[in-house]
């Protein structure tokens, strides 16, 4: 038996005998505040997703659909993002450090006023992304597509 878990409230979201993954599928026009820590999230499809607040620290995400999703203030902290859709995602204020965006597609997310500290953004598209007042300290840009951004 899997469950979500609101992690202010500690009530549960939704549960079922199906993976974590399905679940989060299922449920995925609202998710905020969800804790969905060192959650397997591999190839999700969670696109257009309410993940306000939400915490996925140290969850695996490689390859997943989070375009268009909304991940304000979420924490992503070590996360693995590599090869992720965040295409026109809103990452406003959401905390990236550490978190491995390996030839992510960001392209016209909103990144403003998120950390990005020591995060690998090499190979990552971020086209037209927002990054005003973006914390991109230490953080890996080599390879990155950059152009547009602000």
Known sequence: MYRIINRFTHKVI????????????????????????????????????????????????FGADLSRANLFGADLAKTNLSRANLSRANLSEADLSRANLFGANLLKADLSRANLSEADLSRANLSQADLLKADLSRANLSTAELSEAD
């Open 14 to 61: 939704c549960k079922g005998r199906k993976s974590v993954k399905e679940l989060a599928e299922e449920q995925k026009a609202d998710l905020s505040w969800a804790d969905l820590s060192r959650a397997n999230l591999s190839e999700a499809n969670l696109s257009e997703a309410n993940l306000l607040e939400a915490d996925l620290s140290w969850a695996d995400l």
